[in-house]
């Protein structure tokens, strides 16, 4: 099956600092790329829509300021979380559609765990 | 609305009986109804899906039902096993974006 990569599993760092999490499609060309947040014991809380080659499509209460997203190509996305402040420490899970078969199936990446200190 | 609502939020039940997730929705412009488990700290598992043009789709001891009339599609999981043990959420599809119910955290107790 489609295998998603995030990179890196886990980050702790300072508050004020910016911090970047690369989501790979490994073996597919990926159209669509959606990142999530995920705090525990909670559900997935969809962030933004990346689309390779246009910009990304944030939903609303999302800070496109804050969570940069780029899509720069068909097996990478990566989001950039500016100024990152104690409140953003969550978990954070990319996924992935796949080009040429069915785009409604999304592949997960395995999560990134950002702890602000 | 985009919101999802999921039943149960917890559920218990003993090695061997069934389970069963219930989710709502609003959108009737949803055609695709996914389901994912999610064990702690790792990425969500498809597990099972179906379609706006099937009613019940079933793949082992998992089945989906989908009434796309009154908006509801239900999990069902027989004779579970306590590797069933894990969360649940049921999503929505939709104008490419996926929308997430709460989740159910099912025990499954040996």
């Known amino acids: 099956g489609a295998v998603v990569s995030q990179h890196p599993s886990w980050v702790i760092c300072k508050s004020g600092t910016s911090v970047k999490i690369e989501c790979r499609s490994l073996?597919?060309?990926?159209?669509?790329m959606f990142w999530y947040r995920q705090f525990p014991k909670q559900s997935l809380m969809l962030m933004a829509t990346?689309?390779?080659?246009?910009?990304?499509?944030?939903e609303q209460g999302v800070e496109k300021d804050k969570f940069l997203i780029n899509h720069a190509s068909l097996t990478l996305s990566t989001l950039t979380v500016t100024s990152a402040h104690p409140e953003d420490s969550s978990f954070y899970i990319c996924?992935?559609?796949?080009?040429?078969?069915?785009?409604?199936?999304?592949?997960f990446g395995p999560g990134t765990r950002l702890t602000v200190l | 609305g985009e919101n999802v609502e999921q039943h149960p939020s917890t559920l218990s039940v003993q090695e061997g009986d069934s389970a069963v997730i219930k989710c709502t929705y609003s959108?009737?412009?949803?055609?695709?109804f996914p389901w994912y488990k999610q064990e702690l700290g790792k990425r969500p598992q498809l597990i099972i899906d179906?379609?706006?043009?099937?009613g019940e789709k079933k793949d082992q001891r998992i089945a989906v039902t989908l009434n796309k009339t009154a908006k509801h599609f239900s999990l069902h999981i027989t004779e579970t096993q306590p590797e069933d043990s894990a969360v649940y959420f049921c999503?929505?599809?939709?104008?490419?974006?996926?929308?997430f119910g709460s989740g159910t955290k099912l025990n499954v107790k040996p």
């Open positions: 073996d597919f060309q990926a159209t669509t």
């Open positions: 999503t929505r599809y939709n104008f490419n974006k996926f929308y």
């Open positions: 990346s689309n390779e080659g246009s910009k990304a499509t944030y």
């Open positions: 996924s992935a559609s796949s080009w040429g078969t069915s785009t409604d199936t999304q592949y």
């Open positions: 179906i379609r706006s043009n099937v």
């Open positions: 959108d009737s412009a949803s055609n695709y």
